[in-house]
């Protein structure tokens, strides 16, 4: 019995720890800034669970198929509020599809996830980089988000943790 528990212990040793998820199946990717954790992403998970109801979208717009689309993505937080990307746009988040990472600058106020992009490119995740519109030189990654609720569901998230955070 003893040999076959080291040897169950070996082979989960040998993996390493299992990294942490959100309830949707978010991960962090490791050596990510302090100032992201595991639990801001879950928050910011959550809120766009609880307002997703508000993007006509129909891939995202329950919050069951929105937490089904959040799954198998990686977020990594940066140091940098801001980066020129390598399109040459200067940028506080960028989602990379096709690498299911989620890159997100620090925000200006620190504890705060809200000043960041993180909900922004949350979507953009769950849409897999895919709009409902034609794209459009002047709106590319955000094709319909006018017209699908996306914009307006961002700023009521923003709304609510502006006012939790500031008494």
Not at 20 to 38: K, P, V, Y
Not at 114 to 128: D, F, K, P, V
Not at 135 to 160: C, K
């Amino acid at each position: 019995m003893m040999k076959i528990w080291l040897i169950a212990f070996l082979a989960v040793s040998a993996c390493g720890p299992v990294p942490a998820t959100t309830r949707c199946g978010l991960g962090m990717l490791e050596q990510s800034a302090d100032w992201l954790t595991i639990e801001k992403v879950q928050e910011a998970e959550d809120q766009i669970l609880r307002f997703v109801q508000g993007i006509s979208d129909d891939r995202i717009n329950s919050p069951q198929k929105a937490c089904a689309a959040l799954k198998w993505g990686s977020v990594y937080g940066l140091n940098e509020t801001h980066w020129v990307d390598k399109w040459g746009r200067d940028v506080s988040g960028l989602t990379y599809c096709p690498e299911r990472t989620i890159v997100v600058g620090r925000p200006w106020e620190l504890n705060a996830w809200q000043r960041s992009a993180l909900a922004h490119e949350l979507i953009h995740w769950t849409q897999r980089c895919e709009g409902t519109g034609a794209a459009t030189a002047v709106d590319i990654g955000h094709e319909n988000w006018h017209e699908d609720g996306v914009y307006s569901t961002l700023e009521r998230i923003n709304a609510l943790n502006v006012s939790r955070t500031n008494p």
